[in-house]
């Protein structure tokens, strides 16, 4: 009975990370445009008085058509701002680790539902796992200690982004214990069926 509940939710919680998963990767190359949008508040070239987005539609164009051009032309024009451009490349290189977290958590979900729970591959999938964590941890840090600079202040000590560096480093270490459990019983699993 036990043993059904635990594959039944393997299961489900195989479905939700495939669906995470796949999010994570369809978002990843549109990083440069969700940020360009996300920063046109600050573009003056789109604001005008009353704070109202502004575009001249020479043919009648559609808002589709102005966020579709804004968006691509963000590609170009997310480098050309620091902020713009260090937050691009921090929250690339989270979704690339989260991508490859996910991807670990599939594999060892899978070979769960397979009924080997203690094999030496899900010691090695917890492994990178913990690696992906300390590379965030690492990331968000960078990024903390660059907006110290960048502002000259401690405001972005007061943001989600000092919260990753500890959060991210506890996963990663957290993922390193459980690689060395996983490992052990691995063996001792190994060890236990040679000698029957």
């Given amino acids: 009975m036990e043993e059904n509940k635990t594959r039944h939710l393997a ?6 990370v495939t669906i995470t998963f796949v999010c994570n990767l369809v978002v990843l ?7 360009g949008c996300g920063l046109l508040h600050i573009r003056p070239e789109y604001v005008v ?16 058509v102005f966020y579709s051009v804004l968006f691509w032309e963000s590609y ?13 490349l921090f929250l690339f290189a ?16 899978e070979t769960l539902l397979e009924g080997e729970i203690f094999v030496r591959s899900n010691a090695r999938h917890m492994r990178r796992a913990a690696v992906c964590c300390f590379v965030i941890s690492g990331a968000a840090l960078v990024r ?6 960048y502002y000259g202040s401690i405001a972005p000590l007061f943001t989600y982004n000092a919260l990753f560096v500890p959060v991210f480093l506890m996963g990663g270490l957290l993922f390193l214990v459980m690689s060395a459990l996983f490992l ?4 001792l699993k190994e060890e236990n069926d040679l000698t029957i």
């Fill in 184 to 187: 052990q019983a691995a063996c």
């Fill in 49 to 64: 008085e009353g704070g109202d987005f502004f575009f001249e539609y020479s043919s009648g164009g559609s808002w589709l």
């Fill in 76 to 88: 170009v024009t997310v480098w050309q701002d620091g902020y713009s451009a260090v937050l691009t």
């Fill in 94 to 109: 989270s979704g690339c680790c989260t991508a490859v977290i996910l991807a670990q958590a599939r594999k060892i979900l």
């Fill in 29 to 35: 190359p549109l990083l440069p445009g969700i940020v």
């Fill in 11 to 16: 299961r489900i919680l195989l479905v939700l």
């Fill in 144 to 149: 903390l200690l660059w907006g110290f600079w």
